[in-house]
């Protein structure tokens, strides 16, 4: 009976160590929090859905006093680097890649304050959208006809220079992120609108009302007090 206790206590443990490490948890009404610069603090999402993408929506908010270059979003597949990234090169601009070819996005943006940034990308046209703060930025095009690889490493709070690795300290995010969502498709202008109001609208690979993440080293989970 003591053994058996024993064994029935060992796995209570172990399922709460691992629901801790990898969760699908609802995360409205938090952020998570990168506290410092690090060559290895970061976020592993699970997508929902898994599958070749020819369109996508990407929309997040952030919290940062970064002035320097960051990571904001890396979806890399077993070969290719930056196979999906959003990266802010400073305050005011983006680039997007998709298959390794990149744009960059311009526009007016005030430092140090929270922000909501969507990118969309539609393989037919080429055609790149970018929006911030619920208003659009100037279109760009990449990769027409190209398909993004499924099977991905998604990571928040570093780039990847390899499939779930190859970490830059350098290029680490340090702030907060919060309401992230993907979709495999590209938003209306009026869909972006909702999104941006706090309206989900149902995404249907990354959703942060239910959200798969392993978080690795120095990442907290807070409530959103900015929002």
Known sequence: MDKLLLLLLGVSVLTSLLSEAFAQTDLTGKVFVFPRESESAHVKLIPRLDKP????????RTYSDLSRHHSLFSYNTKGRDNELLI????????KLYVGRSGVTVRGLEESASPVHFCASWESSSGIAEFWVNGKPWVKKGLQKGYIVEAKPSIVLGQEQDTYGGGFDKAQSFVGEITDLNMWDSVLSPEEIILVYQGSPLNPNILDWRALNYEINDYVVIRPCVWN
Not at 87 to 94: L, S, W
């Open 87 to 94: 990266y802010k090169e400073r305050v005011g601009e983006y």
């Open 53 to 60: 993408l020819e369109n996508f929506t990407v929309c997040f």
